[in-house]
């Protein structure tokens, strides 16, 4: 497993933009999954984004299709979802995840089952 810590999040209006990032350290980064979820109080956990380690694919979840975009630096071992025209109800803690996929064509980018690492979570708070 990888170790994964997230940062950028914070206190934004609506309308505003924030980039958050998941730094992934503990072994090498190649051929990783990385996705994005987020959870709001008394809901269950979310899928939002995800990513392959070619960069060939890029998975969204409809309820951010064209506000965030996902995108990743294999030589900084980082993943990072730029989202933008935040509203209120994308107020939540937002995780990353990982998982190793040996290039699997059946890997499920947005099951969180699929995953076995995942970070802390950063607190996103979108004011109205």
């Known amino acids: 497993q990888v170790q994964l810590v997230e940062s950028g999040g914070g206190l934004v209006q609506a309308g505003g933009s924030l980039r958050l990032s998941c730094a992934a350290s503990?072994?090498?980064?190649?051929?990783?999954?990385m996705g994005w979820f987020r959870q709001a109080p008394g809901k269950e956990r979310e899928f939002l984004a995800a990513?392959?380690?070619?960069?060939?694919?890029?998975d969204y979840a409809d309820s951010v299709k064209g506000r965030f975009t996902i995108s990743r630096d294999n030589a900084k071992n980082t993943v990072y979802p730029q989202m933008n025209s935040l509203k209120t109800e994308d107020t939540a803690v937002y995780s990353c995840?990982?998982?190793?996929?040996?290039?699997?064509?059946?890997?499920?980018?947005?099951?969180?089952?699929?995953?076995?690492?995942w970070g802390q979570g950063t607190q996103v708070t979108v004011s109205s």
């Open positions: 995840a990982a998982r190793a996929t040996n290039y699997d064509p059946n890997f499920v980018y947005a099951r969180t089952q699929s995953y076995e690492s």
């Open positions: 503990g072994r090498t980064f190649s051929n990783y999954a």
């Open positions: 990513i392959n380690w070619l960069r060939s694919r890029m």
